[in-house]
């Protein structure tokens, strides 16, 4: 898998991510634990998006 390939996995997977999180927010009662972990895995997938595009 070349470096391209897998920004675009990432990419995906953390738009995935997002829909997940906009739909737990839109709950009529969000689990706080559920939006907090879904933030941590966007930040890390954004951060090695941005460590690999430095590359």
Not at 12 to 29: I, N, Q, V
Request: charged share 45%; hydrophobic share 35%; net charge negative.
């Amino acid at each position: 898998m070349t470096t391209i390939d897998r920004i675009d996995t990432l990419r995906s997977r953390h738009a995935s991510l997002e829909t997940k999180l906009e739909d737990e927010e839109r709950r009529p009662h969000p689990d706080d634990a559920v939006i907090h972990d879904l933030k941590r895995q966007k930040l890390a997938i954004k951060d090695e998006i941005a460590r690999l595009e430095r590359v």
